[in-house]
C-alpha cells in the first residue's frame, strides 16, 4: 500500500511544476496529478480509521461497494471522498450579507425579483477547489470495497483565491471611479458589473474562509464597495419604465406586473420620455372535461429601449383547471403573471 510519504512527495513534484509555471497553474494541476494505482489488503486502509495529518492539506474519504464495475466504484468512492473533505472545511460565516444581490433574494418575493436575483446568480463564475485530488486508493478484498482518499492543499488553494479576489476587488476599483456625472441607463450600464463581481466576490470569500490560516483580515467585498452599491440601485430607481398592455384581457395582467417592477425599486411612469417600454398580451382558451374545466394561456412581452428597439422577446405558457371556469380563468392569470413576471426579471437585467 503507498505510504503517505509516498504521497507527500507527489505533491511536492506537482508543486514543483506549478511553480514554474505560475500562468498556467490550474492546466498544470491537472496534467502533473497522477491518477493513483489501486492497493489491495484484506482489510481497511489505515488512513480509513486515522487520517494522515501532515499542517498542509485537508483529507477525506470515501468508498463504495464493487459491483462487477470496478471504475464506477472508484469513481463513486472518489466523488464521496471529495465531498467528505469539502463537509470538514465548511464553516459558517458570521454576520448577515449586505449586497444588492442579498437585498433580492430576500425582499418579498415577487417574481419579477426572483428573475433579477437569478440572473445574477447565472452569470457569477462557479469557484472550486482545483489543488484537490486523489492521493490514494485501495481495495478491501474481504469486504469486495474500494476506498479513496481525497487531498488538499490549502495553502496552494488560499494563495490562488486570494489571487482571484485580488483580481475582483481591482475590477471594483475601477467602477468605484466611474464618473459621477453619469445618470439613468447611462450610469446603469456602467455601473451594472459591481453586482456580478461583488457576487463572485463573496463566493470567493465564502471559499477562502474554508481554507484560511488566519491571514491579514480585509473588509467584505458587500462593505467595501458598498457606495458602488448604493449609487446603481439609485440610478435604477431613476429609470422610466412603462406597460403597455395589448387589449382589456391584458390589462390584468397589468397590476401584477407592476407591482413586481415596483417593489424592485423600478419607477413605473405612464407618458414622457422612456428607458423601457415594456409591451405584453395574452390570450385564455377554456376547454370543459366534465365535471372539470381547464384554462390555457399564452402571453407574450417585447421589451423596447428609449431609441424604440426591440432589445428582448419572449412567451410563456401556461395551463390551470378547477370546478368552475371563472376560477380555472383566475388561477391560469395569476399563474401567467407569475411566469411572466420571472422572466420579464430576468430579461430587464439583461437589457440594462
Same mark, same amino acid.
Given at each position: 500500500m503507498k505510504t503517505v510519504?509516498?504521497?507527500?512527495?507527489?505533491? $511536492?513534484?506537482? $508543486?514543483?511544476?506549478? !511553480?514554474?509555471?505560475?500562468?498556467?497553474?490550474?492546466?498544470?494541476?491537472?496534467a502533473c496529478a497522477v491518477?493513483?494505482?489501486?492497493?489491495?489488503?484484506?482489510?481497511?486502509?489505515? !488512513?480509513?480509521?486515522?487520517?494522515? =495529518?501532515?499542517?498542509r492539506h485537508a483529507w477525506g474519504v470515501g468508498s463504495a461497494p464493487i459491483h462487477g464495475d470496478a471504475g464506477q466504484a472508484r469513481q463513486t468512492a472518489s466523488d464521496r471522498a471529495r465531498n467528505d473533505l469539502l463537509s470538514q472545511l465548511r464553516v459558517?460565516?458570521?454576520?448577515?450579507?449586505r449586497t444588492w444581490v442579498q437585498r433580492l433574494r430576500d425582499s418579498d418575493g415577487s417574481e419579477v425579483t426572483r428573475g433579477y436575483s437569478d440572473q445574477i446568480r447565472a452569470r457569477v463564475p462557479e469557484v472550486s477547489f482545483d489543488e484537490m485530488d486523489i492521493a490514494e486508493v485501495a481495495v478491501d478484498e474481504a469486504e469486495n470495497v474500494l476506498y479513496a482518499l481525497a487531498r488538499l492543499d490549502l495553502p496552494m488553494a488560499e494563495m490562488r483565491l486570494a489571487t482571484e479576489l485580488r483580481r475582483v476587488r481591482d475590477k471594483l476599483d475601477e467602477l468605484s471611479r466611474?464618473?459621477?456625472?453619469?445618470?439613468?441607463?447611462?450610469?446603469?450600464?456602467?455601473?451594472?458589473p459591481a453586482v456580478e463581481l461583488i457576487a463572485e466576490g463573496e463566493e470567493i470569500e465564502r471559499h477562502l474562509s474554508m481554507v484560511?490560516?488566519?491571514?491579514?483580515?480585509?473588509?467584505?467585498?458587500?462593505?467595501a464597495y458598498s457606495e458602488v452599491l448604493d449609487r446603481l440601485a439609485e440610478a435604477m430607481a431613476g429609470l422610466r419604465i412603462a406597460l403597455r398592455p395589448a387589449g382589456d384581457t391584458a390589462e390584468?395582467?397589468?397590476s401584477a406586473l407592476r407591482t413586481g417592477l415596483v417593489e424592485q425599486g423600478m419607477r413605473i411612469v405612464d407618458e414622457g420620455e422612456?428607458?423601457?417600454?415594456?409591451?405584453?398580451d395574452f390570450d385564455i382558451r377554456e376547454v370543459e372535461r366534465a365535471p372539470d374545466f381547464f384554462a390555457y394561456a399564452e402571453g407574450r412581452v417585447r421589451i423596447r429601449d428609449g431609441e424604440d428597439r426591440t432589445t428582448a422577446e419572449f412567451s410563456e405558457r401556461v395551463r390551470e383547471g378547477a370546478t368552475d371556469p371563472g376560477l380555472a380563468?383566475? $388561477?391560469?392569470?395569476?399563474?401567467?403573471?407569475?411566469?411572466?413576471?420571472?422572466?420579464?426579471?430576468? =430579461?430587464i437585467w439583461s437589457s440594462l
Open positions: 510519504s509516498e504521497a507527500d512527495a507527489m505533491t $511536492r513534484a506537482r $508543486r514543483l511544476c506549478m !511553480w514554474f509555471f505560475t500562468p498556467l497553474l490550474v492546466v498544470l494541476v491537472g491518477s493513483p494505482p489501486e492497493t489491495e489488503s484484506d482489510g481497511k486502509p489505515e !488512513w480509513v480509521i486515522d487520517l494522515p =495529518e501532515d499542517g459558517e460565516i458570521e454576520g448577515e450579507t466611474v464618473d459621477a456625472d453619469k445618470q439613468g441607463m447611462e450610469a446603469v450600464r456602467a455601473l451594472k484560511s490560516r488566519g491571514g491579514p483580515e480585509r473588509e467584505p467585498v458587500a462593505d390584468s395582467l397589468a422612456l428607458d423601457l417600454l415594456v409591451e405584453f380563468r383566475d $388561477r391560469v392569470t395569476r399563474a401567467l403573471a407569475g411566469q411572466l413576471g420571472r422572466t420579464l426579471g430576468e =430579461e
